[in-house]
């Protein structure tokens, strides 16, 4: 299995301002996904995390948005960048392991007021 | 052909009793297929996943029940209890640790004591 941590694991953010997600994981993985999931709903994708390359976008979502960083196999940052209420969810960071399981972090829940 | 259905999208069962839960897919390709378990406030966490190779697997008292002609699996929760109230997802995709994975839309489980 892989250990997740990702921070913050929650925090309230002013209209406009812009906030980091932090994802460690314990191991070299595959793949990193970043995901979102709004309260009573299913996970939706925003982007593949590639390593020291730009992220690649599900479509409705976009690099200006959500900036994306993966510097290592090991680490991954999501940007949710001038936000509006409407961003207020729950961000998963997620990783693959080389065996095809997939893990996902607590999450971040983000309030926007 | 991405498509992953889930059903029922809620589900109550006493104590004891045995939930169901279905999803069907749409794309062949798919030979991975994983559910997951998800109580408030917490991450998705992996419960038990099948490859195609194989009808059915057990782990505790969760059971897989895969039917590759009809392109459905399913999950059994025997036995169930309480603490077993949670939101399930399903999920499928390529087993090859580098592609994503299509999830249904969760299905709400509540065991009554």
């Known amino acids: 299995s892989a250990v997740i941590s990702q921070k913050p694991s929650r925090d309230i953010c002013q209209r406009g301002t812009s906030l980091t997600i932090q994802c460690q994981v314990d191991?070299?993985?595959?793949?990193m996904f970043w995901y979102r999931q709004q309260p009573g709903q299913s996970l939706t994708l925003i982007a593949t995390?590639?390593?020291?390359?730009?992220?690649?976008?599900e479509s409705g979502f976009v690099i200006d948005k959500f900036p994306i960083s993966r510097p290592n196999l090991t680490f991954s940052t999501l940007t949710v960048s001038n936000m509006s209420p409407e961003d207020s969810s729950i961000y998963l960071c997620?990783?693959?392991?080389?065996?095809?399981?997939?893990?996902f972090g607590e999450g971040s829940r983000l309030t926007v007021l | 052909q991405q498509q992953v259905k889930q059903s029922p999208q809620s589900l109550i069962v006493q104590k004891g009793g045995i939930p169901i839960i279905n999803c069907a897919y749409e794309?062949?390709?798919?030979?991975?297929f994983p559910w997951y378990q998800q109580f408030p406030g917490k991450g998705p966490a992996l419960l038990i996943a099948?490859?195609?190779?194989?009808s059915e697997k057990k782990e505790g008292r969760f059971t897989i029940s895969f039917n590759k002609s009809a392109k459905q699996f399913s999950l059994h929760i025997m036995d169930s209890q309480p603490g077993d109230s949670a939101t399930y997802f399903c999920?499928?995709?390529?087993?090859?640790?580098?592609?994503?994975?299509?999830f249904g839309k969760g299905t709400m489980l509540l065991v009554s004591p």
């Open positions: 997620s990783v693959r392991l080389y065996t095809g399981e997939l893990f």
């Open positions: 191991s070299q993985v595959t793949m």
């Open positions: 995390a590639n390593q020291g390359s730009e992220a690649t976008y």
């Open positions: 794309n062949t390709a798919f030979d991975y």
């Open positions: 099948i490859r195609p190779d194989v």
């Open positions: 999920a499928a995709s390529m087993s090859n640790g580098y592609s994503t994975l299509t």
